[in-house]
T-cell receptor, first 113, second 109 residues
Framework: DADVTQTPRNRITKTGKRIMLECSQT?????MYWYRQDPGLGLRLIYY???????NKGEISDGYSVSRQAQAKFSLSLESAIPNQTALYFC????????????FGSGTRLTVV | GEDVEQSLFLSVREGDSSVINCTYT??????LYWYKQEPGAGLQLLTY?????DMKQDQRLTVLLNKKDKHLSLRIADTQTGDSAIYFC?????????FGAGTTVTVRA
């Protein structure tokens, strides 16, 4: 099983719909992150969480919300999806020791039509 | 915040060395990373360098860090077709990891 699992892998949704992307990890890490990837822009941070009660906005949080249901689960919601939220979304975790870097999930490709 | 820039494309012949360059703006970045993304996959950590180091070598990979110029490079020796991917440099500062746009490396026979 993957260390960081994202579901769904692919999703097409309509403008205005609410959608949730889920992430679970078996690494036992406290820190979890949501990034979106757009061609030519790299990855940009949406939200991050240092533990269940510590959730913070990243650089592009508008239009998104998150929920940290447990240490191992961190969900990203689009309350009312719009086409410019079409992107590849990644969940990541990391331990306290930065020498191990971040561990990324395989991504969720979201298309808003 | 941290700005990280890298060239978007690199084409290299199989067996040659690849050099991917990256510049960053925030001199207080403590860790600098190189990630690899293959098609349809997530990001895989290749290597990292701590900010008090100048060079790190790991098998075919060599990372050079020039703190004065805020320049980071990744050299891949004896490039193989399996090295075709997007390579991201990223810098960690304070609470987050900031990424460059990624360099698409194409290995030609």
């Amino acid at each position: 099983d993957a260390d960081v699992t994202q579901t769904p892998r692919n999703r097409i949704t309509k403008t205005g719909k609410r959608i949730m992307l889920e992430c679970s990890q078996t690494k036992g890490h406290d820190r979890m992150y949501w990034y979106r990837q757009d061609p030519g822009l790299g990855l940009r941070l949406i939200y991050y969480s240092f533990d269940v009660k510590d959730i913070n906005k990243g650089e592009i949080s508008d239009g998104y919300s998150v929920s940290r249901q447990a240490q191992a689960k961190f969900s990203l919601s689009l309350e009312s999806a719009i086409p410019n939220q079409t992107a590849l979304y990644f969940c990541a975790t990391r331990p306290r020791d930065l020498g191990y870097g971040y561990t990324f999930g395989s991504g969720t490709r979201l298309t808003v039509v | 915040g941290e700005d990280v820039e890298q060239s978007l494309f690199l084409s290299v012949r199989e067996g040659d060395s690849s050099v991917i360059n990256c510049t960053y703006t925030d001199s207080s970045s403590t860790y600098l990373y190189w990630y690899k993304q293959e098609p349809g996959a997530g990001l895989q950590l290749l290597t990292y360098i701590f900010s008090n180091m100048d060079m790190k070598q790991d098998q075919r990979l060599t990372v050079l860090l020039n703190k004065k110029d805020k320049h980071l490079s990744l050299r891949i020796a004896d490039t193989q077709t399996g090295d075709s991917a997007i390579y991201f440099c990223a810098g960690f500062n304070d609470y987050k990891l900031s990424f460059g746009a990624g360099t698409t490396v194409t290995v030609r026979a």
